[in-house]
Structure formats: C-alpha cells, structure tokens
C-alpha cells in the first residue's frame, strides 16, 4: 500500500470531509501529490479562532471562491489544510483539532505525532 494510502497512525486513510468536499484533489480525501505546494495533508475541524488566524497569515478560508470550487468555510467544518499553517497555528497556541484517520502520513514530515495526538477530535 502506498504512503499516500496511509494515515499519521499507519492505517489506511479516511474521508475528511464531502460537505464541504476538501482536498487538493477536491475529492473529500487529503492526499497529495509533488503539485501541492500547500501540502494539504491534515484533516482538521475548523475554528473561530482559527479562521481568524488564517486570515491574518494571508490564508481568508472564509469568503466563497465559486470558480475555485471553495464554498467558504465556518466553525464546525471540516478541511484539509496545509500542514506548515497547523504547525504555525499551533505555535500560535490555536491549532484546531485534527481527524488522524483522516490526516495524511505526509504530515509527519511537517508536525509531530505527539502533536496531532494532543489536538485529535475526540471520539
């Protein structure tokens, strides 16, 4: 099985989100490819504080994009983002939770597991 097959727990990897469908691919999954500069590799749940730091970074996941398919995200969404804005994001003390199943292997390269585990969705 591929490593872009697996999630950060070494099982296969998990839908993040169809509603809003997310993705590099805007297939739902976070998997990427040597294109994605932003190396869309965590599944996380957006939040207030969140979005505001994004947009601040230069990053508004806010406002819809219609001809890029982005329909504009609110707390309680689901989205792949980029794995060095989580990091930034939790250096800044607001990183928002994570789906494990659903973050990319990719993301190790980038963050810590213990890291992911500390700020994982609760079951």
């Avoid at 989100?17 to 190396?39: E, L, N």
């Avoid at 990091?87 to 994570?98: D, F, R, S, T, Y």
């Amino acid at each position: 099985m591929s490593a872009f097959a697996l999630n950060v727990l070494g099982t296969p990897l998990k839908d993040c989100s169809h509603d809003p469908v997310t993705g590099y691919f805007r297939d739902g999954c976070c998997r990427t490819t040597a294109d994605d500069i932003g190396t869309h590799v965590i599944c996380a749940r957006m939040t207030a504080e969140f979005l505001e730091f994004s947009r601040r970074q230069g990053n508004d996941l806010v406002t819809p994009h219609p001809e890029w398919q982005f329909p504009g995200l609110k707390p309680g969404d689901r989205w792949c983002l980029c794995a060095m804005r989580w990091q930034e994001a939790l250096e800044a003390g607001i990183a928002p939770p994570v789906d494990l199943e659903a973050t990319q292997m990719k993301a190790l390269e980038f963050v810590t597991l213990a890291d992911l585990k500390y700020h994982q969705i609760a079951v």
